[in-house]
């Protein structure tokens, strides 16, 4: 998977530099906080920042652009989907048109 946390196609303001913690990542990203860790493990989300023996943080940025790029999936997902029962639809239709024609 490309690193898409350092992808420039969202517009930066200055709060995209602030650090959350783990709470602040998972109202961002609702996932559950197991779902959060194997997800870094398997390199779907970001590593984080450590700032000290016990303290992880992550750049709001990184959060931000993980959700684009889930909507992009998303989407590319749904209009795939859309192309796939068009096609079922404009199959069946001439399957009709052809048991009609006999």
């Known amino acids: 998977m490309p690193n898409i946390f350092d992808d420039e196609t969202l517009p930066q303001g200055p709060e995209d530099e602030n650090l959350l913690r783990l709470p602040g990542v998972l109202k961002m ?3 559950s906080k197991s779902g959060w860790y194997r997800g870094m493990a398997e390199g779907k989300y970001p590593r984080p920042i450590k700032l000290g023996p016990r303290v992880r943080t992550w750049k709001k940025r990184w959060i931000r652009v993980l ?8 989407e590319e997902q749904r209009q795939a989907e859309e192309q796939r029962q068009a096609e079922e639809q404009r199959q069946a239709e001439e399957q009709r048109q052809v048991e009609q024609a006999k």
């Open 67 to 74: 959700n684009y790029w889930a909507e992009q999936q998303a």
């Open 29 to 31: 990203h609702p996932v």
